[in-house]
């Protein structure tokens, strides 16, 4: 399986709609792969606040026509990163979008952890409530938005619900990068698991980001890693390569936490 993890840089000084067009075209170069990642709130900046009310659109808004023509001109399956979605009925939510090759919607999954501490996407966005997973001709895959990845338990989730391949969309701090590594192979590690992890360049409001986009196997090595700029990093893959590991070391299998409910006394 191939997959290409695309980094975008985002820049103050390229529009919205400019950058829509320019990842447009990048994903149709991406023509012969099985799968495309894109990172978190592209069109904005993972940091860039002030703009998620303004720039957010409804799920079948600008972003999401660009994203479903480029992926049906380039024949590929998109995770398309994940947008600033304006809920008629609701509040904004940090949502992802996932395209098959004909173009068609498979999926979209609102970030269930976010980030602020009380603050910025924390109170401007609404939680999501859903795990989400996707089947593809050759893995299924488990959505994930860049703060869940500090959380253990949406994978184990994720994992029980069929997921072979966990999809990261991210923008992520430079300051926490060494978090960003160590945190995307735990993942692969305890899950057994594929793991692409997408995350933004450039920098958002003032704050760096980290790059370094990743994609580790089930072992926890890392198969490809971008630098800090804006990249294309092409892997390729073998998904069968989760259940051999699966069963040759059958950690999963040995679970005893959160399986059933405790007994009482």
Known sequence: MRASVIQIAVN????VEARRRRVAALVREQAGADLVVLPE??????FAYEEFGR???PLEGPTYEAMAKAASDAGVWLHAGSIPERDPDGPLYNTSLVFSPSGDLAAAYRKIHRFGFDKGEAVLMGAGAELVTVRL????????TCYDLRFPE???GLVDAGAETLVVSAGWPERRRSHWTLLAQARAVENQSFLLACATAGTHAGVPQAGHSIVVDPWGEVLAQAGAG??????EFDPGKVAATREQFPALKD????LQPPRRP
């Open 41 to 46: 709130l592209w069109t904005t900046g993972a």
């Open 55 to 57: 720039e957010a659109e």
């Open 255 to 258: 679970r005893m936490l959160g």
């Open 154 to 156: 949406l994978y184990r």
């Open 230 to 235: 804006e990249e294309v990093l092409t892997v």
């Open 137 to 144: 001709p050759k893995t299924t895959l488990g959505l994930s």
């Open 12 to 15: 103050e000084d390229e529009s």
